[in-house]
Every structure is written in C-alpha cells, then in structure tokens.
C-alpha cells in the first residue's frame, strides 16, 4: 500500500493498481468509456484522461499504475480540457439521434456530454456512417453511433470466452462486426447490451418498448438455473418489458444469461392461461375459480375415497418456487400420497435413498479459486451459464479442468483432460478414475467399482486427471450435471463421482436445471418422508394413476418418456392442469386447467446451488384469472378440508420450509449399482436438453427460439459410424426405439463417440421416442 | 474466384512458423500465416481465413482482424505485379503524383484497379520508408527509388523477365 493524493485528497491505495480504481475506491468519478472493471484494459476511449504531477501531458487514468506519492488532479484545467476535447472527438462521428435511441436516458455518452460536451459541435463535415450488422433476434444495433470502446469484443474474449466480435479495419474504417456477418450465439451474449455505453448495441426484443425513466424497477430472481441471478424486472403499466442483470457479486456478478434476460418475452403469450377452464361432455368451458376448485376438490377427495391416496399424485416443473413446492408436497402428503416429483427429465432413481440436495457443495465464489474441476455428464455452459463463466475465470488463472462426457462439448475454457465415451463406457471411465485414485491414496475399493473399471483400462490421461484431484484436494471441484441426470446410469455416475470425491478429498457437486434445490428444501419428493415411499417421475406414469395434477408442465416435452407420457396420463380419470399456458395436447388429456400466474406475477422464492434463500414479490398483476401457485394450492387445499393451510402471504408459507441440509452428505459407502448396458450391436442414445426448452416459458420465447442455440432437430453421429451403416451426412432418416418412431435429418460430428446417436430432447420432432437408452435407425431410400 | 484452400506446402509452412512460439501463444503467428496465405494466392479470401484460424485455433474474426487492420493484406484478387506507389509527404514532394499519372498513361489504370488482363495492379501507399529515394514505388517485393518516366518505362518493360 502506497498514498497518493487524487484532488488533494490522500489515498491509500495498492501500489501498481490502476488509478481509476484508486479514485473509484474513494468515490473520486473519473469519466470514462472504454474502461470496465471486470474486463482488461484498453485504453482506447482516452476519456479518463487526469493530470498527473511531474508527468508532461495528460495521462489516462484506467492505464497508470499507482506509484508512491503520487498526486494528481482529475478536475484541473488540464484535466478538463483533455477530457473535454476527448469528448469532441468521440461526438465528431456520434449522430444527433438521442431521441430516437433505445438508449436515451441511460447512456453513458449522454450523460457524459452533459458534463463535458459543447453547446454547439464544430465538426461541419460530413459524418461517418457505419452500416447496421445483423447479430441475430437478441442485439439489435446502430453501428453509427459505436465509439469503438471494444468493451463488447473484450466481453466475448474475456468472460463469455467466444470470441465473436471483432473491430476490423483501421483508424476511422474501424468498426465492430462478426465473421462474415454471422449472427452471435454466446449463451451470455445480452451483456454487452449493458456493457455498450452507447445506444449501438441495444436489445432487440426490447427495441422502442419504452424509456428506461417510464420503467419501475422491481427486484427479482432468475429461475431458470440453479444459480439464482438477481434481476431487475423492468415494468411500465403493469407490463413487464425488460429483464436486466441486478448485481450480485456472489452469485451473478453483473452478468445475466440470454436464457434469463430474454424469456420474459413469454410471459404475454397468446396460449396464456387466463381462465380457470373445465371439461364438460368433453367440450372446454369458462368456470370461475370457486367452481373449477370445487370440481377438483370433490373428485380429488371421491379418487381417494374410491383408489386409495396412492392412486394420485403431482408432477411440477423444476422451476416452480419453493412455496409452490411446498405446499405442494404438503397438499399431496396430507391426502396420503407420497406420489410427488420434479425429475421429469431423470431415468435412473435407484440412489434415491442415498442421494443428498443437488449442491455444489460450496459457495459459488469459490468457482473462481478451484485448482482442479472435473465435470461429469455435464454441458456446464448451455447448462449453468453464469457459473461456466466463473469456472472459465478459474481456467484463466490457472485451474485445471477437465471432463468426462458422452460427447465433446465445446466449453469456453481449455480443457486437461477431455474424455468423450459412449454412456456405457462413461461408467467404466469413472470406476476405473476411483480405482486410479483409490490405489494413489492407498485406500481400498470395493469389488464391484473394480468389477465396472474392467472394460476401461487405465490410461495416461485417467492418471494425470486422478493426480490433479489429489494434489487439488479441498481446492478441487467434481461437479456432476443435468446431462448426466438424463442418463439411464446416473445413480452410477453419481455413486462413483460421490467416491472419488470422497477418496480425493475433493468438493463433490451435483446440479440439476432450475430451482430444484427448493424442491428438496421443500421435500417435494416421493422418499423426503420417513415410512412410505411414493412413486417418482417415472412410476407415476408407468402405469397410470388415477388422478394427476401437473404443475406448469408439458408432459410430452418436459418428461423424458415424451409422448408415452401422454399415453399414461390419457388414461388418467382426473387430470389437473395448472399451468401457465394451454396447449393442444393438455387441452385433449386435462379435465381442469387452472391458470397460474408466471414467476413475474407471483411472489417466489429460488434456491440456489449454494443453498442460498432469495425471495422476490410480484412485479406485475397476473393476466387475466390467473393467480400465485401458493394462492391456488392453498384455496384448494382448503377445499380439500386439510389442516395447517392458513397462510396470509408466501413468506408465512416460505419460512415455513425446513432449513436444507447444506453441506453435502459424503457417505463413505462403496455400494453402487450393476450398470444398465446398451446391447452390443445396438447404438447408443445421448439425450441432450437444448438451452432454450428448457420449460414452457422458454419455449414460447420467439427471440430465443430464433437464436442458434435452438437449431431445427437434428440426430448427431459420429461421421465413421454413417459410413459404416451407409449413411449420408444430412439426409432423413427413421429412429425407433421400443417407444416409437420418428423420421429425423442426421448430421456427422466427430465430437459424438462411436456407434452413439446425439438427440436433442423437448423437441416436438423428437417427442414420439420413448424413453429408452438405444436406437434403431433405419434409412429412408 | 475459386474457393481458395490452404495447399500442404502453406500449411506445412504455417507450421513451421509455430515452432517460433510457445504451445499457448499459436496467435502469435497468424501474421505470418497471413503473408503465406498471401504468397500463395494474392489475395486472402474469408473462407482461407477461417482455414488459418482453425489452423491456429483462435476465433476467425480474431484473423479477420488482423488481415483488415494491415493494410497489406489484399481482400480481392490483384494483378501478377502490384505496384504500390507511396504518395506519402516526401514522396508527394517530389512528384508521386506524376508517378501515379505516368502509371496511368501507360497501363490504363489506376490506384486500386488492376489491368483487364489481370497483369498489373497499382496501389496507393502510405511511406514505405525509403524517402531517401523518393519518389519511390514497390513492384512485388522489389524497391525501385528515384522514379522517372524513363525509369518506369524500363522497369514496366522488364516485368516478365523476372519470372
């Protein structure tokens, strides 16, 4: 630490730090363009430009190392008129269009040239025009008004780690643009809307909705991801029109996904569910909500009468909030039933007992310090977005992270060890990492994990990879992800990574896709209670129940049976939809649809990987009839005649929850499962969940859907695997498994292992497979 | 145009390039890939920049940068002679202007054009840093100083024999 002195005022300050964030740090404004904390240093916009003692000219502020004694003036004469005529140089270019820009009101440009602008410019040449490029359905531009800070370009280089713009040319030619005029397709791309300090980069979806002084702000949390960024959820007369990052430096910084920037464009959907609606001689009828609840209530409570409280039970989304989670559980369990769950998209239950909450098993921060991180069954970046930024800020500084998949994903940070086998090998790979890593540490496994290891022999990479974890220890990260969830061994995969975990004393982490830690804090889950257990996901629909409640789901995109799940629920004697939206197929099984209110018309709660609470209050009224999950199960429960439901708000029913076990349970069993094999000469089916199908709101969201991370459904191969079947590269083929059949295009990708099929699920295209883990593909001449 | 390709003899070249730099720094080269490219074909064309840049393994508008930032690096074909004329100040003073119009009077063509026949191509250029010489123009990678219209003519004439 050295003083300085900024306008008089003695500082102390790291010595060789930047003097911006010496003068940030004591609340000393410097202006400033190009600078940005989070990203390297440029130094291009020369607006922080300062006076510094003993130096000859104006020094920019965000590249001067801080030196001892050091004093130095940022309002001077000097100062001033540098930062002045750096002002009109950046204007000479800038078009007079503020009335018309997006970004009027919250532009730094704007607001800068208040302070440090002309009256009048003198600039009576003619101005530069720069094309507009097309970016694709989220960023819409004004290239014209571009300063050439490059904070975008550096965005992608930096912390979504693809590079996708660049400023190519030179001098006044200069400008920003992709490779050949691609659109972009980085999971993070929004940010460098917020990060464009002018009106160039603006949001598309958003483009002449309003201006940012109408707007009220409302705090709120992101559902989509088991991170829990906090947003600001913008709204002008009772709509929501804007959803913005709220920084956060624990958990999102001031980074947001596209997945939860942009899916607010739902939430108006014409298939909104307005009314509560009911089936009567098969034909949809407009009810009022004492009517449909008494409906359902009465047939609810005449099933349990008649079938016994097994024969019902509910399926929620896994980005419902914890109070809907909550009373959920509470509403079925106090009709008997212990048939609950939110694991649609999971085949494998057999760990249930011995499964604990879905944790990374530290905080989210810690990401960034990990020395090693192994990712299993995991597309961390497609899957977690904000905390594949962290894990690419720990690739940066060093860590070594590696990963076991069944296919070669392309992360944005390099990879040690990047092991690809087909799902049958995934956990012979495994068991043969935890015999490697047992045999280094000198304890023992048991017979059955060398019994799996058998058909994987040890090989360099598997021992480099087993050396790291043990060197990283308590500094090392496994994180198991929702890829590996849909896999027909996960209990394996999570059994085995628990073990390795355990030998090597590193963190074990396994994270599921939306808020479902909340559904575990809220024991929404057919074993949470002691005694009997429920039927899961799976058995709920194998065979049907007799009565069902589906909470905001799809039933043939969110459950990984598809549209064998329809063939359950169809024979379902009372199915109860409530959901945000309608759709053809809930319209042709429902008997009740009630209408939900969507996360922005509710008061919620999220729980996040790190077993952080965070509770937002609606932003907006609901549409229509529409009402809070809470209201509605606690109504009908109420209906139901069932005790301990008088709740008068969603904290009374959040502080309700039991606290959740935070740290991970490490059991130091070595009891796994017999893996679940794909016969010999059958190929092999790799289910993946596209981005952005996430849930129903994701997938009536037109921006995102238009975005190349939503491609038409396609079935990877790996390119010697179409030779030796004969197949070409791109044409139509039929897929067939026990479940059904399906006619798909194919394309060749060597990122896929042999004789393995990569399927895109919740997909209409895809739907009618059933679940199952292998394929047939049959060529359509 | 036909699409361009890295030819084995470029890329083995490209490669030998690499062993300059460290393994984490392959960025390092793509100047150097560039004016391989360049030496094979003229010109660098996108599709040979995406080839470069999965070569290197860095993002391709990482190389269309570089290749639109230096202004040597031609983006369309150019003739078999390019014939870059320095109109920068010392240059300017001593007649590059002439120069250029004496280019024009004899091949038809000039600053940023290229003869029909695809032989000759003229560039207006800033110093190449040979003022000494002025005026001065580059014939391909040959210097010619202290230009006349004697001088042009002999070196025009001379053009094939270098072949």
Known sequence: ?781 | MTAQTLSPVAISQIEKELEKYPADRRQSAVMAALRIVQEEFRWISNDVMQEVADLLGIPAIHVYEVATFYSMYEHKDVGLYKICVCTNISCQLRGAKEILDYLRKKTGIGPGETTADGRISIKEVECLGACGGAPMMQVNKEYHENLTPDSIDNILDGLDRHD
Request: glycine share 8%; aromatic share 6%; hydrophobic share 40%.
């Open chain 1, 1 to 781: 630490m050295v003083s300085i002195e900024i306008n008089g005022q003695k500082i102390e300050a790291e010595a060789g730090s930047m003097l911006i964030r010496a003068a940030d740090a004591a609340g000393i404004y410097i202006p400033r363009f190009c600078y940005h904390d989070k990203l390297s240093i440029a130094a291009n916009c020369r607006m922080c430009l300062v006076e510094v003692e003993n130096a000859p000219k104006p020094l920019p502020a965000c590249a001067t190392p801080i030196t001892d004694g050091m004093k130095v003036e940022t309002r001077s004469e000097l100062a001033r008129a540098a930062q002045k005529s750096t002002m009109e140089f950046l204007l000479i270019n800038h078009p007079l269009d503020c009335p018309i820009c997006d970004q009027g009101g919250e532009c730094e440009l704007q607001d800068l040239a208040v302070g440090y602008g002309k009256d009048v410019s003198r600039f009576s040449e003619g101005k530069r025009v720069v094309f507009d490029k097309n970016l694709g359905s989220l960023i819409s531009t004004d290239m014209t008004r571009c300063i050439q800070c490059t904070r975008c370009v550096r965005f992608g280089q930096e912390i979504a780690g693809i590079m996708e713009l660049g400023m190519v040319n030179r001098g006044e030619h200069s400008e920003i643009m992709t490779f050949m005029g691609q659109a972009v397709c980085s999971e993070m791309s929004g940010n460098v809307i917020d990060l464009c300090p002018v009106g160039a980069l603006t949001s598309k979806p958003f483009r002449f909705k309003a201006r940012s002084w109408e707007m009220q702000d409302h705090d709120g949390i992101a559902v989509h991801d088991t991170v829990g960024s906090n947003v600001t959820v913008q709204t002008l007369r009772g709509e929501v029109l804007r959803v913005l990052p709220r920084e956060n430096e624990d958990i999102n910084q001031e980074w947001l996904s596209d997945r939860d920037r942009f899916s607010y464009t739902a939430y108006k959907s014409e298939q909104r569910l307005t009314t509560p609606m009911l089936k009567i001689n098969g034909e949809w009828k407009e009810a009022d909500w004492q009517t449909a609840l008494d409906n359902v209530s009465s047939k609810l409570k005449k099933i349990v009468d008649e079938y016994g409280a097994d024969s019902i039970g509910a399926l929620a989304s896994p980005t419902a909030t914890l109070e809907e989670f909550s009373l959920l559980a509470k509403l079925m369990r106090g009709l008997g039933s212990q048939n609950m769950d939110y694991r649609l998209r999971q085949q494998d239950f057999r760990a249930d007992g011995a499964m604990s909450a879905p944790l990374l098993g530290d905080s989210i921060v810690s990401l960034e310090c990990a020395k090693t991180v192994l990712l299993i069954g995991s597309n961390i970046r497609k899957e977690q977005p904000v905390l594949a930024t962290r894990l690419r800020k720990a690739a940066r500084k060093g860590a070594s992270i590696s990963a076991i998949n069944s296919t070669k994903f392309d992360f944005a940070f390099p990879l040690q060890v990047n092991i690809s086998v087909s799902p049958s090998s995934l956990v012979a790979t495994l068991a043969r990492l935890a015999v490697i890593v047992a045999a280094k540490k000198k304890v023992p496994t048991s017979g059955t994990v060398e019994d799996i290891a058998e058909s994987c022999p040890a090989n360099k990479e598997l021992e480099g990879l087993a050396d790291s974890l043990i060197e990283a220890g308590n500094d090392g990260q496994i994180i198991v992800g929702s890829m590996a969830q849909m896999d027909g061994n996960y209990s394996l995969l999570v059994a085995l990574a628990t073990i390795i975990g355990n030998i090597s004393e590193v963190k074990f982490g396994r994270l599921e896709e939306g808020n479902a830690v909340a559904a575990w804090q809220a024991s929404f889950l057919p074993f949470a209670d002691r005694g009997t257990v429920g039927k899961n996901a799976t058995e709920m629909l194998n065979p049907a129940l007799k009565a069902c409640l589906l909470f905001n789901i799809e039933p043939s995109l969110d459950c990984i049976a598809g549209n064998s799940a329809l063939d359950a629920l169809r024979e379902t004697g009372m199915l109860i939809h409530i959901g945000c939206y309608r759709s053809e197929e809930i319209e042709e099984l429902a008997h009740v649809m009630l209408p939900l209110a969507s996360v922005f018309e509710s008061d919620g709660t999220h729980v996040n990987c790190e077993g952080n609470m965070q509770s937002w209050k609606a932003a907006v009224h609901p549409q229509g009839e529409a009402r809070p999950g809470w209201k509605i199960l606690r109504v009908l429960a109420n209906y139901l005649d069932l005790d301990g439901f008088n709740y008068t708000s969603s904290e009374t029913v959040r502080d309700e929850a039991s606290p959740l076990i935070s740290t991970t349970k490490r059991t130091a069993s070595m009891d796994v499962y017999a893996p679940v094999l794909v016969e010999q000469n059958r190929l092999a089916c790799i289910s993946h969940l596209p981005l952005y199908r996430i849930d129903p709101f994701t997938r009536r969201s037109q921006p995102l859907q238009q975005t190349l991370d939503n491609p038409p459904a396609a079935a990877g191969m790996h390119p010697d695997t179409l030779a030796s079947m004969g197949i070409d590269d791109g044409i139509t083929v039929e897929l067939a498994n026990g479940g059904g059949k399906i006619d798909i295009s194919v394309y060749a990708s060597t990122s896929i292992p042999l004789n393995c099929i990569l399927l895109p699920t919740a997909l209409q295209e895809t739907a009618a497979l059933g679940n199952a883990n292998w394929l047939e593909v049959k060529s359509r001449a």
